[in-house]
């Protein structure tokens, strides 16, 4: 980064991250494959368990009141702070990076499912008791389908930041990932800048993903996309 004045061992050209890459492409794959598979697994784990949880909420009012206190307690903990205890009770593994991932995760997807599934058009619901639907019944065929496009807010929201969980935990503890890459680049910031550029590839690429999936399983909304 010459014509900048910065020095190439603080800020490297892209040349220079590029043909880090090259030099070693098994080496960040291998890395990048593990990073992905963290992060893919908290993701899963906090679509899972924030959809059930939402249900849980939006059909008790009683549970809501109850819960909701808790779930503001969870989403203002510092997650980045909380890698280090992770990592200190659950080892160098994949276990306190899936976790942390969970922890960034799981909020954005059970306040969307809860905002989505209370925010039901009223007309829907009593059209579908005027014929006699069950509860049930009522539940899936009006009130899933028009809050899966704020779900999908949700999961969209979350997908970056399980990127960003996974990467974090392994800057604080790891022996394989792109975090840990980064972190033992030391001086060769080629190294570090080449896993940074791998770490926005791959985020980019799940988002294109995730919206082919939604693409397939709401198309009715896909006209609104810009």
């Given at each position: 980064?010459?014509?900048?004045?910065?020095?190439?061992?603080?800020?490297?050209?892209?040349?220079?991250?590029?043909?880090?890459?090259?030099?070693?492409?098994?080496?960040?794959?291998?890395?990048?494959?593990?990073?992905?598979?963290?992060?893919?697994?908290?993701?899963?784990?906090?679509?899972?368990?924030?959809?059930?949880?939402?249900?849980?909420?939006?059909?008790?009012?009683?549970?809501?009141?109850?819960?909701?206190?808790?779930?503001?307690?969870?989403?203002?903990?510092?997650?980045?702070?909380v890698a280090p205890l992770l990592i200190t009770i659950g080892g160098f593994g994949s276990g306190?990076?899936?976790?942390?991932v969970w922890m960034m995760c799981f909020f954005p997807v059970a306040m969307a499912t809860l905002?989505?599934?209370?925010?039901?058009?009223?007309?829907?619901?009593?059209?579908?008791?005027?014929?006699?639907?069950?509860?049930?019944?009522?539940?899936?065929?009006?009130?899933?389908?028009?809050?899966?496009?704020?779900?999908?807010?949700?999961?969209?929201?979350?997908?970056?930041?399980?990127?960003?969980?996974?990467?974090?935990?392994?800057?604080?503890?790891?022996?394989?990932?792109?975090?840990?890459?980064?972190?033992?680049?030391?001086?060769?910031?080629?190294?570090?800048?080449?896993?940074?550029?791998?770490?926005?590839?791959?985020?980019?690429?799940?988002?294109?993903?995730?919206?082919?999936?939604?693409?397939?399983?709401?198309?009715?909304?896909?006209?609104?996309?810009?």
């Amino acid at each position: 980064m010459l014509a900048l004045d910065i020095a190439p061992y603080i800020v490297p050209a892209p040349p220079a991250v590029a043909r880090a890459f090259a030099e070693m492409p098994d080496y960040f794959l291998s890395h990048a494959r593990i990073t992905l598979m963290e992060a893919l697994a908290g993701l899963g784990c906090a679509i899972v368990t924030a959809l059930l949880l939402g249900v849980i909420l939006a059909a008790s009012r009683r549970v809501e009141r109850a819960l909701y206190p808790a779930l503001l307690v969870l989403s203002a903990i510092p997650k980045p702070a909380v890698a280090p205890l992770l990592i200190t009770i659950g080892g160098f593994g994949s276990g306190p990076k899936i976790a942390l991932v969970w922890m960034m995760c799981f909020f954005p997807v059970a306040m969307a499912t809860l905002t989505g599934l209370t925010s039901t058009p009223a007309e829907l619901v009593e059209l579908a008791r005027s014929l006699d639907a069950s509860r049930w019944r009522t539940f899936v065929k009006v009130r899933l389908p028009a809050a899966l496009p704020r779900i999908f807010v949700g999961v969209r929201t979350a997908l970056p930041l399980s990127v960003i969980g996974a990467v974090v935990a392994e800057l604080f503890g790891a022996v394989a990932g792109l975090g840990y890459v980064i972190r033992s680049a030391g001086t060769d910031a080629s190294i570090a800048f080449a896993a940074v550029a791998l770490l926005s590839v791959m985020s980019i690429t799940l988002f294109y993903l995730l919206a082919a999936v939604e693409q397939r399983i709401i198309p009715w909304i896909h006209h609104t996309h810009v």
